[in-house]
C-alpha cells in the first residue's frame, strides 16, 4: 500500500532537547514522517530447520533525502552542533522487507 508521510510529533520528543558539554542546551518541537499502512506479510514451510520461510514486510518511508530543522530556542552559548537535527525526508510510503533475527 503506497501513501504520503504524514507529519507527526513524537511523544517525549516534543520539544526536542539536545544538551552540548558544556551543559547549554537547544530546544525544538520537531515533526517526523509516518507512514500508516499494510503490508504482505507470509509464511511457507521448508524441508530446512526452522521449517519455515517468513516475508514480512513494514509499511515505511521511502527517503529521498535529509531535511535539516532549525532548533530556534538555545541557550546563549549553546554549540553550533546542537543548534540543528537532521531527519530523513520523502514524499512516499511503501512496503520494505525486513529479516526478523
Known amino acids: 500500500m503506497k ?11 516534543n520539544p526536542l ?3 552540548d558539554m558544556n551543559g547549554k542546551t537547544c530546544r525544538g518541537s520537531i515533526e517526523l514522517p509516518l507512514c500508516r499502512g499494510f ?6 514451510g521448508s ?3 526452522p521449517h519455515r520461510v517468513q ?9 529521498t533525502g535529509v531535511r535539516e ?17 537532521k531527519v530523513p525526508s520523502g514524499e512516499k510510503c511503501g512496503c520494505k522487507r525486513f529479516p526478523l533475527d
Open 69 to 85: 530543522i532549525a532548533l530556534t530556542d538555545c541557550d546563549e552559548g549553546a554549540n553550533d552542533l546542537i543548534r540543528t537535527v
Open 3 to 13: 501513501q504520503h508521510p504524514t507529519p507527526v510529533k513524537i511523544p517525549g520528543f
Open 55 to 63: 516475508n514480512s514486510s513494514a509499511c515505511t518511508l521511502i527517503p
Open 47 to 49: 524441508y530446512i530447520f
Open 17 to 19: 532537547v539536545l544538551t
Open 39 to 44: 503490508c504482505k506479510t507470509s509464511e511457507s
